[in-house]
């Protein structure tokens, strides 16, 4: 039995510990909230003891092994280190830090005490990102990657209202890219590995942070095309397009429904069984990781976080998108 503490009171850690749950091998054993009132009505709904404002004695507790991080994007590479250097496995949510200086630092934490560090991407792990990489030869080579994934957020009402929520607040390392185009760049870099060159545009909000954006990505013999938003909705597939057909993947950030129409017009399912309960997948390698003793993911690996962020990094910076945490800010 694995004993976890969370970090972030929100629906995204409720989610995980549903999830996290099925795997048998999860237990809570402590909640971090800036304000105790706030853990202890986290802490309440599952009978959990352990509750914490401070995260040093959180990171110094004996009760706990590891630590799952859903805290706003800016906060990620010092709550993680903090956890890291008591020796605590970690598993962070992506994007798993604001910028490639961070990540080498937790990564030089992990290596150094040991531990196990891992970006909490979910789709990497679920059973329908898998059948798209075993079938992805089926379409002959591969000349295009597509990507869309453009969602209208609920907190976009209240920023044009006046009001300065985490999503669109460059403090928190935040933006449409940051969030969601996130979930376009890893399958990419997972697929086809770290592209030659990007150009990335998009509609910066007066806040500083982007609201919608696109790239284009280029490889030696392909190209990749990512369309992300936050300010507006989009009912578009993703698809991997290859000389003998493409494959049509129904949602990039959570792959359901999988199909390759063939150039000569047969059309093949490829979908497999997959759980609604998403973030079990992710719970079960992190677990199965500590348990084996292992102290990185050979899926979400350093190669690949590493890769992304260079992604978002190169991209942010051609979009003029810069946050406090970017040490090159006066650069």
């Known amino acids: 039995m694995i004993r976890f503490g969370v970090i972030g009171t929100n629906w995204i850690t409720d989610e995980f510990i549903r999830c996290a749950k099925i795997t048998k091998n999860f237990k809570l054993n402590a909640v971090y909230s800036r304000t105790k009132e706030k853990a202890v009505k986290f802490a309440e709904k599952y009978?959990?003891?352990?509750?914490?404002?401070?995260?040093?004695?959180?990171?110094?507790?004996?009760?706990?092994?590891?630590?799952?991080?859903?805290s706003p994007n800016s906060c990620h590479a010092y709550q993680a280190k903090l956890f890291l250097e008591k020796k605590k496995h970690v598993l962070c949510e992506k994007p798993i830090c604001s910028n490639l200086l961070e990540l080498?630092?937790?990564?030089?934490?992990?290596?150094?005490?040991?531990?196990?560090?891992?970006?909490?991407?979910?789709?990497?792990?679920l059973p329908n990102f898998k059948?798209?990489?075993?079938?992805?030869?089926?379409?002959?080579?591969?000349?295009?990657?597509f990507a869309n994934y453009c969602q209208y957020s609920s907190r976009?009402?209240?920023?044009?209202?006046?009001?300065?929520?985490?999503?669109?607040?460059?403090?928190?390392?935040?933006?449409?890219?940051?969030?969601?185009?996130?979930?376009?760049?890893?399958?990419?870099?997972?697929l086809f590995g770290k592209p030659n060159s990007i150009c990335a545009r998009g509609v910066i909000l007066e806040s500083g942070v982007d609201g919608e954006g696109s790239l284009i990505l280029t490889?030696?013999?392909?190209?990749?095309?990512?369309?992300?938003?936050?300010?507006?909705n989009s009912a578009l597939p993703s698809e991997i397009q290859g000389e003998e057909g493409n494959i049509i993947i129904d949602k990039i950030h959570t792959p359901e429904?999988?199909?390759i129409l063939y150039k000569n017009g047969e059309e093949e399912d490829i979908t497999v069984p997959q759980s609604k309960d998403?973030?079990?997948?992710?719970?079960?390698?992190?677990?199965?990781?500590?348990?084996?003793?292992?102290?990185?993911?050979?899926?979400?690996?350093?190669?690949?976080?590493?890769?992304?962020?260079?992604?978002?990094?190169?991209?942010?910076?051609?979009?003029?998108?810069i946050y406090p945490a970017d040490k090159w800010n006066n650069k």
């Open 219 to 232: 490889y030696d013999d392909m190209d990749a095309i990512i369309i992300h938003s936050k300010i507006a």
């Open 47 to 70: 009978s959990v003891e352990g509750i914490f404002t401070d995260l040093e004695s959180m990171a110094k507790s004996d009760s706990i092994d590891a630590v799952y991080i859903a």
């Open 156 to 190: 976009y009402d209240r920023y044009k209202s006046g009001k300065n929520p985490n999503t669109f607040n460059p403090e928190f390392s935040n933006g449409s890219l940051m969030d969601i185009g996130v979930y376009c760049i890893h399958p990419l870099i997972h």
């Open 257 to 259: 429904s999988i199909k």
């Open 131 to 145: 059948t798209i990489k075993e079938n992805l030869y089926k379409i002959g080579k591969i000349r295009r990657y």
């Open 104 to 125: 080498e630092q937790m990564i030089k934490a992990a290596k150094e005490n040991k531990v196990l560090l891992m970006e909490a991407m979910k789709s990497s792990f």
């Open 278 to 321: 998403n973030m079990y997948y992710e719970a079960k390698e992190f677990i199965d990781l500590i348990k084996a003793g292992k102290t990185e993911s050979s899926v979400n690996s350093y190669t690949i976080s590493r890769s992304a962020m260079e992604v978002l990094e190169k991209a942010r910076k051609q979009m003029g998108v």
